[in-house]
């Protein structure tokens, strides 16, 4: 089975040629890259071009690795056990399954995605390193182990907050999703607005590449900024001839608050605007 | 197989074991890619390269990778007989070429010819018809329009033979040497923890209530315990203005990364080296000054102090009274350094300038001494050494 994009996802090659890679070798795949490159995406867009269910597990900074395999309700059983109800007697009606152990025990290959795994704690990954690797895990409680019907296919996604540890990084394939280029940008914008007039793409596009090379910027807008502010360009109905004028009169792009989510920001492309217009 | 490629890979510093290259071994035998430099070179860095700051080695490891196969491409060449050459090249030709090459004197005729023409051509040549060139109608060159001519070189102009991928150095500023910033600044200073349970008790504390509870003889007692903070407690000092001033975004984002990371960090700012004033405030600070001496009382033992300067200046602001280029101080800066490692026991010095360069600075020099060579460069790397000897 080859991955290679689907309808709403432009995939690159060297991207397509990790994701192969990890599905045929059965090895997880580590996604980094810039926020709003599409590495969420690329696991729900790899679970609808197989057709595949789609398992997401969102880490918080709050999550052990034990919770993505099961949790032990052991409060619920300490008042169950109070009031005499009969549940108590088997551990089992205890035991919360997690997103792990729903992946494994699938009748068929599901794609399992474990969302920024850099937000929990620095020894985290460390936590899921037999169950990466063998597919199987050990329930305390009940005195058994889970093993994978059918091995899934793991994507993990990662912000770079944390660096992660080697051993975890050994047993991954790694992927790094670089900022789109300009060519990649406009099939993106493509598919997702089919009907939208190319020369309102590509003058956006360049005041796109204009404000992400303005230095200094505290975070640079990415793809899907690039694709909400041209939402709302044809929703407003915002021809290209208002963007073509935007370095002479104009203060900073209209519909900036899309682009720029930093009110630093917004003061500093004010900032150049503003020294532009006084060297005239 | 590849022990060349993984060579290249270790020598260039991208970790590699030999699990990595198994796995690439492995891959290639499931047939993921054949025969496309491109995309071996895409499925290589996919399972070799474990993390984007190694990119850039990894590209120009597999450069130097592809020039040592390059030479044996040569190699190969040379062996190939003319001969062999010839033949392959009569038989593409189709039966009007080969009559016009007859009517030339046949193919043997032509190629001396070219010898000859080649050796008395000294440079490049456009148009024309008698030199080799492009473009023109002589009948060597290419893109010009000879019948009997053959091509040499490319089609016209040698017109973007695309610069390969890992020619292109496009990872070159994620190399974890060159580059700092507010996320992986505080990623440093994370390493300084230490937790501890301290105010409000309002997290449930399981196995204390499972213990009561069993002590109770089952009736449910419930026990709640304080959160985990992490109490570090942290003095910085900035060195501001003058030099530093080239600095100003690196020592933001530390300041940035510290404040939020840290819930007790105090900081103040001073001028070259300390001396009996610090202030919070640059604009104010000949008006609104603390006593050095208040900060040394203020703060307790266990406080972490950092300074961050440039440690350059002239000596004599370290060692002499009345060295100070601001102002008359009545001691010595030395004299104030040493009460500040008497008070504190965990103190360091990060200077924004590369290690490799402090030896040429005598000021550097003196103060290394005076912190005990506790100072660190202000890199990802040199902020990790630095909290990990503050967090001892």
Known sequence: MKFSGTQSYVATDDLKLAVNAAIT??????????????????????????????????????????????????????????????????????????????????????????????KADIEFPNDLLQEIDKMEFYVYETDETIKAKHRPIIIITSNNEKELPDAFLRRCFFHYIAFPDRTTLQ?????????????????????????????????????????????????????????????????????????????????LLERLAFMSRRNR | ????????????????????????????????????????????????????????????????????????????????????????????????????????????????????????????????????????????????YNPEGFRLGNDGERQGKAVKVWEQRDYKDLDDQVEIGTRNIKVALRRLRKFARQGAEDEFDLSGTIDHTARDGGLLSIQMRPERRNTVKLLILFDIGGSMDAHIKVCE????????????MEYYYFHNFIYEGLWKNNSRRFEQRTATLDVLHTYGADYKVIFVGDAAMSPYEVAQPGGSVEHWNDEAGYVWMQRFTQKFKKIIWLNPYPKKTWDYTQSISMIRELVEDRMYPLTVEGLEEGMRYLAK
């Open chain 1, 25 to 118: 070798l059965e090895r997880p795949l580590l996604v980094k890259g810039e926020p709003g490159t599409g590495k969420t995406m690329l696991a729900e867009q790899l679970a609808e071009s197989f057709g595949a269910r789609l398992i997401t597990w969102h880490i918080k900074s709050t999550t052990k690795a034990h919770q993505g395999l099961y949790e032990y309700d052991a409060v619920s059983r300490l008042r169950d056990s109070q009031l005499n109800s009969e549940k108590v007697h088997d551990v089992r009606n205890y035991i919360n399954k997690g997103k792990l152990w729903e992946a494994f025990e699938a009748d068929e290959r599901v794609v399992l995605l474990i969302d920024e795994i850099d």
């Open chain 1, 187 to 267: 099939r993106i914008v493509d598919v997702h607005y089919p009907n939208i007039s190319q020369s309102l793409v590509s003058e956006a596009l360049d005041v796109f590449f204009d404000v992400r090379k303005v230095p200094g910027l505290k975070k640079k807008p990415s793809t899907s900024e690039l694709v909400d502010w041209l939402k709302l360009l044809m929703a407003d109905n915002i021809g290209e001839a208002v963007l073509r004028e935007r370095d002479v009169t104009k203060a900073i792009p209209p519909l900036a608050g899309a682009l720029v989510k930093n009110e630093q920001d917004v003061m």
């Open chain 2, 1 to 144: 197989m590849l022990l060349n490629l993984f060579n290249e890979m270790r020598a260039a510093k991208v970790p590699v074991s030999l699990r990595e290259l198994l796995d690439l071994i492995n891959a290639l035998k499931h047939n993921i890619v054949f025969a496309d430099m491109d995309e071996f070179y895409y499925l290589s860095r996919a399972i070799l390269v474990k993390d984007e700051r190694h990119y850039d080695k990894f590209d120009r490891a597999f450069a130097a990778y592809l020039k040592g196969i390059e030479n044996l491409d040569q190699h190969i060449e040379a062996l190939i007989p003319d001969e062999w050459l010839r033949r392959e090249f009569e038989r593409s030709l189709s039966p009007e070429e080969r009559e016009q090459i007859k009517s030339l004197g046949g193919l043997d005729k032509l190629i001396e010819a070219f010898k000859e023409r080649l050796e008395e051509q000294k440079a490049k040549h456009k148009g024309g018809n008698k030199w080799i060139g492009t473009g023109g109608t002589s009948p060597f060159g290419s893109g010009g």
């Open chain 2, 253 to 264: 984002e530390l300041f940035s990364a510290c404040r939020t990371e840290f819930k007790h």
